[in-house]
Nanobody
Framework: QVHVVESGGGLAQPGGSLRLTCVVS????????VSWARKAPGKGLEWVSG????????YSADSVKGRFTISRDNAENTVYLQMDDLKPEDTGLYFC???????????????????WGQGTQVTVSS
């Protein structure tokens, strides 16, 4: 059984920063793409950012491009989401998902990820 655990959420002021961490208990973690997604109150799941298995390519939604940076450390089975210049509309529950296919591409579809964590809450407010 694969476990995904997110952490690092909290309360931040507009313009502030947070760094989210995702640890995946998959022995061959280095072979899978990983993405972050979020769910704001009253809205559906929104894909935020994704990274290839080897970390060579990253992708981000237009809403966070230039503000959020995804990275990974395959030796530690960990993916990070550095969030800068936070805005109130970034508020939500942030989830990390492990890609379903080995050496698969980053996808914005939730169905292309087979394991998700419980999420970590991010609140941006003054």
């Amino acid at each position: 059984q694969v476990h995904v655990v997110e952490s690092g959420g909290g309360l931040a002021q507009p313009g502030g920063s947070l760094r989210l961490t995702c640890v995946v208990s998959e022995v061959t973690f280095k072979n899978y793409a990983v993405s972050w997604a979020r769910k704001a109150p009253g809205k559906g799941l929104e894909w935020v950012s994704g990274i290839w298995s080897d970390g060579s390519r990253t992708y981000s939604a237009d809403s966070v491009k230039g503000r959020f940076t995804i990275s990974r450390d395959n030796a530690e089975n960990t993916v990070y989401l550095q969030m800068d210049d936070l805005k109130p509309e970034d508020t939500g529950l942030y989830f990390c998902g492990k890609g379903r296919e080995i050496f698969g591409a980053v996808s914005s579809r939730a169905s292309d990820y087979d394991y998700w964590g419980q999420g970590t809450q991010v609140t941006v407010s003054s």
